[in-house]
């Protein structure tokens, strides 16, 4: 990487380009004809809109318990929907593993809703809204919100699948904001 460095910055000088500050800093431990330059990055990470505190040192145990009670109650529900729908025939939903899928026939798509145990998250594939991560917030009771654009997950599921089935309520569900 710093042969790299070096040959791009020979080939700058030698065209006399102007390399702008933003993307090379002086720094005195890098010498290259007579000029120090480091590359420094640029990047803008993402933030946090609404500013909530999410728990990512929560023991485990929790996680897992919380995570097991979310995604139990989110099969019910779905379970509830389908049995009290006929026009979702073809509808099946399956729990197993922390994985939860709710397939809503060949018009709708499918749900994927899954729990990731080392990033201490929930992780949704959406036929709607493509995939999403979902971090743990401990007030209220807990639920589930994704940090870059602060919708929580029963808000979400709220809207899309209303637009399939109606009279749709996702507050009975265990750790849900809506």
């Known amino acids: ?52 505190e999410t728990s990512d040192h929560i023991e485990q145990s929790v996680f897992e318990e919380i995570c097991t009670e979310t995604l139990e109650s989110l099969c019910e529900y779905f379970e509830e929907i389908i049995d009290q729908n006929t026009n979702l025939k073809v509808a099946d939903v399956t729990f197993s593993d922390g994985v939860l899928t709710v397939n809503l026939g ?29 971090d743990l917030v401990l007030k209220n009771g807990g639920y589930w919100i994704y940090k ?8 979400l599921l709220q809207e899309e699948i209303s ?8 507050k009975s569900c265990n750790h849900s904001l809506l």
């Open 148 to 155: 870059h654009d602060g919708v929580p997950l029963h808000r």
């Open 163 to 170: 637009k399939i089935i109606e009279n749709v309520d996702f």
């Open 1 to 52: 990487m710093f042969r790299n460095i070096l040959r791009t910055s020979r080939w700058l000088v030698q065209k006399r380009i102007n390399i702008s500050p933003t993307i090379f800093r002086r720094y005195p431990m890098i010498k290259v004809f007579h000029s120090s330059y480091c590359i420094a990055s640029n990047r803008q990470f993402s933030s946090n809109p609404s500013n909530i």
């Open 106 to 134: 060949p018009t709708h798509g499918t749900y994927v809703i899954n729990r990731q145990t080392p990033n201490k998250q929930i992780w949704l594939s959406s036929p709607i809204s493509g995939p999403k991560r979902y």
